[in-house]
């Protein structure tokens, strides 16, 4: 049986995906990146091959970026603290590459 790593949403996340993801197709890869994160191995081996976990560069605070999908770039902003995983915004296709203004304009989200 896998281990499953603590995954905390505080900030309504899943929530708010259901609602501004576009597609169903988006819709159906939102749990599939969620799981993967779940996925206690993926950190242990640090391979993330469906949302390429990966350390936000340019901001103090340890900030992860996972895609929902590359392509469209639909994107979750997550945090480790205490050992868990916390879910702190989904971002637009549109908006991914302004990851830094993004982090910055929502201060009260990221500790």
Same mark, same amino acid.
């Given at each position: 049986?896998?281990?499953?790593?603590?995954?905390?949403?505080?900030? %309504?996340? !899943?929530? #708010?995906?259901?609602?501004?993801?576009?597609?169903? #197709?988006?819709?159906?890869?939102?749990?599939?990146?969620?799981?993967?994160?779940?996925?206690?191995?993926?950190?242990?081996?640090?391979?993330?091959?469906?949302?390429?976990?990966?350390?936000?560069?340019? *901001?103090?605070?340890?900030?992860?970026?996972?895609?929902?999908?590359?392509?469209?770039?639909?994107?979750?902003?997550?945090?480790?603290?205490?050992?868990?995983?916390?879910?702190?915004? !989904?971002?637009? %296709?549109?908006?991914?590459?302004? *990851?830094?203004?993004?982090?910055?304009?929502?201060?009260?989200?990221?500790?």
């Amino acid at each position: 049986m896998a281990e499953i790593k603590a995954l905390t949403d505080e900030y %309504g996340v !899943i929530s #708010e995906a259901c609602k501004v993801l576009p597609s169903n #197709e988006f819709k159906i890869k939102f749990p599939e990146a969620l799981a993967e994160l779940e996925d206690n191995s993926a950190h242990k081996s640090r391979q993330f091959p469906k949302t390429r976990l990966h350390k936000v560069v340019g *901001v103090k605070q340890s900030i992860y970026r996972a895609d929902i999908d590359k392509i469209s770039g639909w994107r979750l902003h997550v945090q480790y603290i205490d050992y868990q995983l916390h879910l702190k915004d !989904i971002v637009e %296709g549109q908006s991914h590459d302004d *990851v830094i203004k993004i982090i910055q304009s929502k201060k009260e989200t990221y500790s």
